[in-house]
């Protein structure tokens, strides 16, 4: 079982940067890969960034791939998403995730789920 708390979200202007954490319960988190997913209202949710068990392998959605950086620290049991020259578009609830499945940047990929951080962009 792995239990997460994502922190960070808020309100910033177009242009601006928020770095959104997530911390994870559970001595086995350094096994997980980890994703980030947002979902705004109305819409499903969807794939931001995911992080491999040892931070080597990162990967990121096209509408955030240069803007975006997620990293991790398992000495922390935390991982983290940088979030730079952010857009009203990127306003969501974004939610952490934790799984073991090859499927990397699906929702059917990961197994447990943080409660979501609201982040809201304004023109």
């Known amino acids: 079982q792995v239990q997460l708390v994502e922190s960070g979200g808020g309100l910033v202007q177009a242009g601006g940067s928020l770095r959104l954490s997530c911390a994870a319960s559970g001595r086995t988190f350094s096994s997980y890969t980890m994703g980030w997913f947002r979902q705004a209202p109305g819409k499903e949710r969807e794939f931001v960034a995911t992080i491999s068990w040892s931070g080597g392998s990162t990967a990121y959605a096209d509408s955030v791939k240069g803007r975006f950086t997620i990293s991790r620290d398992n000495a922390k049991n935390t991982v983290y998403l940088q979030m730079n020259s952010l857009k009203p578009e990127d306003t969501a609830v974004y939610y952490c995730?934790?799984?073991?499945?090859?499927?990397?940047?699906?929702?059917?990929?990961?197994?447990?789920w943080g409660q979501g951080t609201q982040v809201t962009v304004s023109s």
């Open positions: 995730a934790a799984g073991l499945s090859v499927v990397v940047t699906a929702t059917r990929g990961y197994a447990y």
